[in-house]
């Protein structure tokens, strides 16, 4: 180790002697008082703690009288002494514990945080933010396509049971749709291709009153040119359906939901041959004398706004056609067709006044075999097969002046149709016994009675 310099020295040992009281310390004065050796003393102890300090930090010489230690990089690089200006008691925890690598601070610290205020960080949280514009309302996403056709689908079935438009669009409204309300105007036709006209006319006058208040004339199209794409498979299951698709576009033109260009925009399109049958029938009927107000009975009149007259023809026509034909499915489904349950009765009536005139055995057979398939198809109900014999009973009187054999022809009638199982044995009882008439004599008796 280098020798420390004599200034080195000096410096210390002026340190030390300004530092102690010589006079009262034994360590540098002596029984005689003599100074020169005490100085000396001082500068061998000067000496060695210099050394010390040497060895330890270094010294330098300092300015004004004063020594000033030096630490070395080395040694203060790894000194762990705190420097932050604070008078940190020795041994305590960095930061107060919440210091030092891959720590996670102190406990309760992260409610310190300051809020996200990007809207796209997940941590954000608007109800941190002081804005009274902020409005939070839940979101549900879109359901898929699937599940948005089973609701509406059970939806217009259901409409067709109750028949109000107000309830159907406010129940409809409720559907999570955000963006794809051409479903309501698809979903709808595809569920009338299979239903009977009534059904259709229905259909229509929803996709009327839906117009403006659901659904836009834009969405309205849409849904009519997904129609028109998937003709090729809706065929499969209704023969007739581009001719009924024709006619609910015709419809919806004439109810101003669709303006009368819609049909050449769908035409510049390229689809099937079946899509350009149902534009030709659109077509068509726009363009013949009258369209429009025509198109209002498109679907025909219902059956309940039918005259009487006009089904107990209908009525007529077909017992005839199936007595010529045997045709007992054609037979139902024209019954169907005029849809007045309400009317069966009639049927019934007219179905027993035919077996009675007609007086043959083929007549009596297929009309029973009629009344038996509708009775078990739950088309005809028990309540309308009894209040049509009803009527038959009441007028049998004046229908036996023209067929004198009507109660014969009429009970063996009845013994069939009880054997068949949709009569009870109890009607029979109702058939009316005949009572002897009163003859009157001619005039030249002069108004008497004639004696038995």
């Not at 559907?175 to 259709?200: C, D, F, G, M």
């Not at 055995?361 to 009309?367: K, N, R």
């Not at 023209?402 to 068949?420: G, H, I, Q, S």
Request: aromatic share 6%.
């Amino acid at each position: 180790m280098a020798e420390v310099d004599d200034a080195v020295i000096d410096v210390v040992a002026s340190e030390v002697i300004n530092g102690c009281t010589i006079t009262g310390d034994s360590d540098y004065s002596d029984k005689t008082g003599d100074v020169s050796s005490v100085e000396l003393r001082v500068k061998r102890k000067a000496k060695r703690l210099a050394k010390s300090l040497s060895r330890d930090s270094g010294i330098v010489n300092g300015h004004g009288g004063t020594a000033t230690v030096v630490q070395l990089k080395r040694r203060w690089k790894n000194n762990r002494k705190s420097r932050n200006g604070f008078n940190k008691a020795r041994g305590d925890a960095k930061k107060g514990g919440a210091g030092g690598k891959g720590v996670w601070g102190k406990l309760g610290e992260e409610s310190d945080i300051d809020p996200a205020i990007d809207v796209k960080d997940p941590n954000y949280d608007s109800d941190l933010l002081d804005d009274d514009n902020i409005v939070l309302r839940e979101i549900t996403p879109e359901a898929s396509d699937e599940e948005l056709k089973n609701s509406i689908t059970f939806n217009i079935l259901e409409y067709y049971e109750h028949g109000d438009t107000e309830e159907a669009a406010m129940v409809l409204s409720e559907l999570n749709i955000i963006s794809k309300w051409h479903l309501i105007t698809q979903v709808a036709i595809e569920v009338a291709l299979e239903h009977k006209p009534s059904q259709r006319e229905m259909t229509s006058i929803l996709i009327s009153d839906l117009y403006g208040r659901l659904i836009k004339q834009k969405e309205i199209a849409q849904g009519f040119d997904v129609i028109l794409s998937n003709l090729p498979d809706l065929i499969l299951d209704t023969p007739d359906a581009p001719i009924v698709v024709g006619c609910f576009i015709a419809r919806a033109i004439a109810d101003d939901c669709l303006p009368p260009k819609i049909i050449d925009f769908f035409k510049e399109k390229n689809y099937s041959d079946l899509a350009n049958q149902a534009l030709i029938k659109a077509y068509n009927l726009l363009n013949i004398k009258h369209g429009l107000t025509r198109l209002d009975n498109v679907w025909g009149v219902g059956g309940s706004l039918r005259p009487v007259q006009y089904l107990v023809r209908q009525m007529n026509m077909l017992l005839d056609e199936y007595l010529c034909s045997g045709d007992l499915q054609e037979a139902i489904r024209c019954i169907l067709e005029l849809e007045v349950p309400h009317f069966h009765h009639e049927l019934v009536y007219e179905a027993v006044v035919d077996v009675i005139e007609a007086m043959n055995a083929h007549t009596e057979v297929a009309m029973c075999k009629l009344l038996k398939a509708l009775y078990d198809a739950i088309i005809i109900t028990p309540e309308m097969m009894n209040q049509g014999f009803d009527r038959v009973f009441d007028v049998l009187d004046d229908v036996t002046i023209d067929v004198p054999l009507a109660p014969a022809v009429l009970e063996r009638f009845l013994d069939k149709c009880v054997n068949a199982g949709f009569l009870p044995k109890e009607i029979i009882q109702k058939i009316p016994t005949r009572t002897s008439r009163k003859r009157y004599v001619s005039e030249g008796d002069g108004g008497r009675l004639k004696e038995a």
